[in-house]
Structures are given as C-alpha cells and as structure tokens.
C-alpha cells in the first residue's frame, strides 16, 4: 500500500491521495490504489473505493480493539494485562480520571475519520458515473451507511464534532469548529434512509460479496439512531415498524448462542452485520494493513496457554458475573470461571485473572487459530438477538408492554430460561429493567453497553456506576474528552465541559 500524504487537523484524516484496496469481497488481492484526485474512471475504480470504506471498521482505533474496551468503561470488566503501564489508558478511562492527553480517546476520536473521508469521496464521485445501475446504488449505499455508522460512533462518544460532507482537498479549509449533535444525528439518519433505499437485502449477496453492508444492517442501525436521541412515540413506532420488517426477512436466532463467535459459522442465520477478518499473516499484526482478529489473542486467559496469545485482557467483574439467572446457559458460553466447563480439554483457574473470571465466548482454540495472528473471527456489530431486544423496548416504552414479552421471551427461550412467568404480568418500569438486564447479558461484551447506559432514562449510567463503586464518574464523563492534540492542531475546537 502505498503511503499518502495526510494532515491530522481536528480529528479529521485528510488524504488527498486516498490508498483504496479490496479485502469474500475484502479477500481479494493485490490490492488497488485510486488517485481520487482524478475522480473515479471505472466501475472497478468506484468498486475499490467503497471497500476502502470499510477498512477502518477493521482497525485496532475501532473495532479490533477500543470499541470492545468500551466495555470495561462500563464496568462489565478489568483490563486485566499484564499490569503497570499496560492498557493504563483504559484504565484510566475505567476510574473516570482520564484527561485530554488519554490516548484511547485519540484512538476514538480519529478512528472513524479515514471511513468518513472516504465515503465522501465515493458519494461525491459516483453519482455521475456511467455503469450499471443497481452496482452503482449499492455503492451508494454502502458509502451513506458506512458514512452514518461512523458518524454514529463519534457523536456517541464525543457529542459535537467536525462533520465534514464532503472530499478535503489541498485547497480545502481543513480546519473546523464541531458541528451541533442535531444536525450529525439529522446527516445519519438521512444517511441511513438514503442507504435503505438503495442497499440489497443480505439474500441477494453472492458468497464474495458476503460482509457487505445490506439493506437490513441500515434498518438495524436507524433503529439505534431512534432509541438513542430525542425518542418519542413517533420515533418508537417506527422502531417496532423497522424490527418488524427484519424479522419478516428470514432473520431467526441461532440454535446455539456460541455460533455467533464461531469463525466457521460467521455471517450466518443470525447475523445481520460483520466486521469482516481473514487471517492473514504477511502483514504486521500490529498495523492497519493486519487482518487477523485481535479479540481472541488479547483476552485469551493469560499464562494459561489455552489459545495463541491469551494476552489477558477484559476480565469480567464478580457484579457482571453474578446478573446470570440459575439455569441461564449463556454464561458457560461467555465467562470463564472455577468449575466451568473445560476448553479443548483444558481446566480453567481463576488463578490466570485478576477478578478470577476471563470472557470465553470469543476464545479460539489452537486448532482454529494457531498463532497469535492468525485469526479470522469476525466481530458482530448486529445481530437479530439485538432487533429482537429493541422490539421489546420499544413496545414497553409504548405502554405496549404485554406485547413486549414475545421478543423477549424468545431470547431468553434460547438461554434455556423458558419460565415465561418470569416476564408476565409486569408493570412498564419492571420491564424496562428486565430488557436492561437481558441486553446486558445477551450482548455481552460486544461493545453496546456502554451507548446503552448512555441512553436509557433517569440518569441510568451515572446511576449504575457509582452503584458498583465508581464514584468518581461525574456527568463530564458520559463524553470522552476531545483530545489535547486535535485541540492544539485546530483553534475551532473546544473542550467538553469539565475536561
């Protein structure tokens, strides 16, 4: 790949000469380059493009690292490591006494800008293209879909930030003040409208096409959007509306809660959006370029040589571990602890973690992935299970709550938790609680509950943390910091409150 000329100004990458590559559809090589400056002169020119689009999805600014750590933000886990220095920066995110300097929230705040760019250069360039049609929509759709989902990382964490529409070029004004979360929320749901229009279902995708973004993973997301900013009923039934829709697609839970973390089942009956791995060796594992998976490296049980790598991060916490219901068989699915079942026929001791509890559900044995870098497990971004959880909590916000027990009960039916008596008969705010607790449990680890505890009513994140003895999370911290460097680099930019 060749190497670009960039500025870093207001957390905004700007490449005037974008390196576009290929990676089923991300598998391909060698891979291309596309001098944007000329615009884009073939359909395999547009092609390369939106793949470039997806890459940063990849990296470990996102979802190959800080989007999992998220996780222990919320205080589902430790970071565990191996002490000292290591991951200081999200423990220091962990204990809420992070400032602008924390280099995690750096990762954050530029992860997703390369993805934005590189959106606006395919939506800026397509539209006039002479080629096919229904290639030229997906396209298309991809790009506002992609350009939505990084928009949405970044208003979530961040709140206001530069938004910019479209190609930075040399003589561009590359310096930007925030633009105010009303009109980013208005460009992702516009984005994601625009993306359900004219993306495919999933159905429709030849196996090399397998991982692209698909009509129903925008649906996915607009729901999201709507249960996150400014909900009323309006936005509530359309939340229902669009959770209908996917159900009616064929989505449908996969018999055993493991096959979502299988990298010989991914992409499947359950899944609706990937972030796409393929194991590849001859590229640093430490770099962009990589595409090996980091999860199973980094939170393999460390010293217990039980996979390759077994770094030891993300060690849940005895609070998370003890939210399982008796019975509950998903927790011998996720956690590792004293008496768990054993993995490819090796014991676990809560001697290889700090808390005593290590995750399971994302762990590959030797045979699957040899080495430290050569996993290709995919990371789930959404996932039916999820639509199912959203359904509910819409239907409950609704009033609607007698109706909320179908989909709820039938994520927990999978759980083998099939009382449906647990869930009847309960009022509005009973309810809501019981959805919190079975996203939490559902979900766990895959990198929602902290957007979650920022959503839910009543002050629930602050609520919630200093419950568990995080005390010195304070309002300042349900936003990351704006980092010092993106700070000192662009005058326009101002510090959250507090920070």
């Not at 397509?126 to 929509?137: A, F, R, S, Y």
């Not at 999820?386 to 909590?393: G, P």
Request: with cysteine.
């Amino acid at each position: 790949m060749r190497k670009v000329k960039q500025y870093i100004i207001g957390g905004i990458s700007l490449l005037l000469f974008v390196s576009m590559s290929s990676c089923a559809f991300l598998e391909r090589e060698p891979w291309d380059s596309v001098d944007t400056t000329n615009g884009f002169q073939t359909a395999g020119d547009a092609e390369a493009a939106v793949n470039a689009c997806y890459q940063p999805l990849q990296w470990p600014k996102l979802y190959n690292m800080r989007i999992w750590t998220l996780d222990i933000i919320a205080g589902e886990s430790m970071v565990g490591a191996g002490g000292g220095e290591d991951g200081i920066e999200t423990v220091d995110l962990a204990n809420f006494i992070a400032d602008a300097d924390n280099f995690a929230a750096l990762d954050l705040w530029r992860g997703p800008s390369p993805g934005i760019l590189r959106c606006n250069f395919v939506l800026a360039n397509v539209p006039g293209m002479n080629i096919d049609t229904n290639l030229k929509n997906r396209m298309l759709g991809e790009a506002h879909f992609l350009r939505a989902h990084y928009y949405f990382l970044l208003v979530r964490l961040f709140g206001a930030v530069p938004m910019p529409t479209e190609p930075l070029m040399a003589d561009s004004e590359l310096k930007m003040p925030r633009t105010d979360v009303g009109t980013i929320y208005a460009l992702i749901e516009d984005d994601l409208k625009q993306a359900i229009d004219l993306l495919p279902l999933r159905s429709s995708y030849s196996d090399s096409d397998i991982g692209r973004a698909c009509r129903e993973a925008a649906m996915v997301e607009l729901a999201r959007v709507y249960l996150t900013y400014l909900p009323d009923n309006t936005r509530y039934e359309e939340v229902v509306r669009l959770c209908n829709e996917i159900g009616s697609l064929g989505y449908r839970l996969a018999a055993d809660y493991s096959d979502n973390f299988n990298p010989t089942k991914q992409n499947g009956e359950e899944s609706i959006f990937e972030v796409q791995y393929y194991g590849k060796t001859n590229y640093d594992f430490w770099s962009n370029e990589n595409q090996s998976s980091w999860i199973s490296t980094y939170q393999g049980p460390r010293n217990s040589g039980m996979a390759a790598g077994c770094y030891g991060w993300n060690q849940p916490t005895a609070e998370f571990v003890s939210q399982y219901e008796a019975g509950d068989v998903r927790k011998d699915k996720t956690i590792f602890y004293a008496g768990c079942p054993t993995f490819d026929g090796q014991t676990y001791s809560s001697s290889y973690s700090t808390t005593g509890y290590n995750v399971r559900k994302f762990l590959l044995t030797k045979s699957q992935s040899p080495d430290y870098n050569t996993s290709n497990q995919n990371w789930v971004v959404s996932r039916y299970a999820d639509v199912l959880l959203m359904k509910a909590e819409a239907l409950n916000e609704l009033g609607r709550t007698s109706e909320a027990e179908e989909p709820l009960y039938e994520v927990r039916k999978r759980a083998s938790l099939t009382d449906r008596t647990q869930i009847e008969g309960m009022s509005q705010a009973q309810m809501r609680e019981k959805i919190i607790h079975e996203r939490r449990i559902e979900l766990a680890f895959e990198g929602h509950r902290w957007f979650d505890m920022l959503r839910y009513k009543d002050n629930y994140a602050l609520t919630f943390l200093h419950s568990i003895g995080k005390t010195a999370a304070a309002q300042k911290h349900l936003l990351l910091p704006i980092p010092l460097q993106e700070i000192e680099a662009n005058e326009l930019l101002k510090q959250n409150p507090g920070y």
